[in-house]
């Protein structure tokens, strides 16, 4: 029966990420630096707040969008956070994860033949939606220009087609963000034509050397913000995501949603209103733990004399392969857990555009980033 299938789902593949991830997860004794998951718990708080939920027989489904006590939790954390005003009634909506968010949005606003606008390389979470859609998604290499999709990147590659342009930040994979003089930049161009933005804000907790600012601040009426709680509180498995729209186009998702999943996971709600409230600062601990990472693997990856830029934000950093190697990105990396049980994420996971690079998460401990630095030193000397 394979051959009835729909042809644009046969076409689409597993994440790289996931795909490289499954095959080496067996490897006795691996050090894994490959996915974006936060090594810290979720706060204490937080897990009280869903396990009273269960007590209370909290368990029954909710509004589409959403409880109304999470949606005014959520528009107040953006309101204090990044100074965004959206209303709790009718902008917002709770999904299940900011991945279902994505795909809303793009099931709502996308039609045969439209284009999509994305920097390369890119988190491979947004072509397959794209092209499932019928339509296209097209990739706009920023490699030199230090990972930044700004303005000057992004007005070549619109056309008539063009519907919408991703813009995450800070980047997965590269932990690069955009300054809000780049921001004002594109909202001033993209003002009043007929494109969206999405803005895929996933990391807006965890940047490191400027404050995050959202391009929602100036361009809200065209921009369809996603955000969640994994990254900031430690919740993947929780799925809770966040996306905020001006109601014209909010009520229109709300729609999809609806008939997509009905409602987040009323148990998970309860404790994302206590991650939103009492939680609203847990993000920063964790932040500091990874400023202190970020500063030793940057110190230790430039005295392996490796092209390497320090991340604005995020967990990542996106590391040129030495030209000196012969090797593509994946064999590479599967070099590198034969020989040392390291792994690292190829760079061709994230699009052609990284193909050349490979991912390296630093969620997690100092101590295991020490072991497995150790242990890429001597791979990439013997390697060269």
Request: charge should be negative; charged fraction near 20%.
């Amino acid at each position: 029966m394979e051959h009835l299938i729909n042809e644009r789902v046969k076409n689409i593949e597993i994440s790289g990420i996931r795909k490289f991830f499954n095959m080496v997860a067996d490897v006795d004794d691996l050090i894994s630096f490959t996915i974006g998951q936060p090594d810290f718990p979720t706060p204490e708080h937080v897990k009280a707040a869903g396990i009273d939920a269960i007590k209370q027989n909290f368990t029954s489904y909710t509004h589409n969008a959403g409880t109304l006590e999470l949606r005014v939790a959520a528009c107040n954390f953006v309101k204090t956070k990044y100074g965004l005003d959206y209303k709790p009634d009718s902008e917002v909506i709770v999904t299940a994860g900011a991945s279902e968010a994505i795909d809303i949005a793009f099931r709502t606003i996308l039609t045969e033949g439209s284009e999509v606008l994305l920097p390369g390389p890119i988190y491979p979470g947004y072509e397959p939606i794209i092209n499932m859609m019928g339509a296209t998604a097209v990739h706009v290499d920023i490699r030199q220009n230090q990972f930044r999709f700004t303005l000057e990147m992004i007005k070549p590659f619109i056309t008539e087609k063009t519907r919408c342009i991703v813009l995450p930040y800070p980047s997965n994979p590269t932990g690069v963000s955009l300054s809000e003089s780049e921001l004002r930049e594109i909202a001033d161009f993209i003002k009043n034509k007929n494109i969206f933005i999405l803005a895929d804000e996933i990391y807006s907790e965890l940047t490191y050397d400027q404050p995050h600012k959202s391009i929602a601040a100036f361009l809200k009426e065209q921009t369809i913000l996603i955000n969640g709680l994994s990254k900031s509180h430690s919740m993947t498995g929780w799925r809770i995501g966040f996306l905020f729209a001006p109601d014209s186009i909010a009520k229109h998702i709300l729609k999809v949603h609806q008939y997509n999943i009905s409602c987040a996971t009323s148990i998970a709600q309860k404790a994302a209103y206590a991650a939103l409230t009492t939680g609203i600062d847990d993000a920063l601990v964790m932040k500091e733990e990874y400023l202190k990472r970020r500063e030793y693997v940057y110190k230790r990856l430039s005295a392996m004399e490796l092209n390497v830029i320090k991340p604005d934000g995020a967990f990542y950093f996106f590391i040129k392969i030495p030209e000196t190697i012969a090797l593509n990105s994946f064999d590479f990396c599967l070099k590198l857990v034969q020989e040392t049980k390291v792994a690292v994420v190829p760079g061709s996971a994230f699009s052609e555009y990284g193909e050349g690079y490979f991912r390296l998460s630093f969620a997690c401990s100092m101590e295991l980033l020490e072991i497995g630095l150790n242990r890429l030193e001597p791979f990439l000397k013997n390697l060269k």
